[in-house]
């Protein structure tokens, strides 16, 4: 029933600019954490953003800090990932994901505090 729909992916230059957008059914995005993350080929999956539901703080990896920016639009139940100053190591599949209710004891940081997943944006940063 939930469904989370990742676009905006795609071939960038170094230096370049990219926004992802997660578009959210079957849930109020309002109601959840969400969050941002990436696996390149051969590497396990890695948090990149995230912002809570109750504090509205967000969190991000130190690889992106200053670069990355996660956003919602509550009206359109859509998360975005805005990418600047992007890098080739920045090279990924981008999947966003719904934080679960029932793990709050799990860090933000951990993939398995997140219950939902879309099925991802490839995001190649040529140099």
């Known amino acids: 029933q939930v469904q989370l729909v990742e676009s905006g992916g795609g071939l960038v230059q170094a230096g370049g600019s990219l926004r992802l957008s997660c578009v959210a059914s079957?849930?109020?995005?309002?109601?959840?954490?969400m969050g941002w993350f990436r696996q390149a080929p051969g590497k396990e999956r890695e948090f990149v953003a995230a912002f809570s539901r109750s504090s509205g703080m967000t969190y991000y990896a130190d690889s992106v800090k200053g670069r990355f920016t996660i956003s919602r639009d509550n009206a359109k139940n859509t998360v975005y990932l805005q990418m600047n100053s992007l890098k080739p190591e920045d090279t990924s599949v981008y999947y966003c994901?719904?934080?679960?209710?029932?793990?709050?004891?799990?860090?933000?940081?951990?993939?398995?505090?997140?219950?939902?997943w879309g099925q991802g944006t490839q995001v190649t940063v040529s140099s």
């Open positions: 079957g849930l109020t995005l309002s109601n959840y954490a």
């Open positions: 994901a719904r934080r679960s209710p029932m793990n709050q004891a799990i860090g933000v940081f951990n993939v398995r505090s997140y219950d939902y």
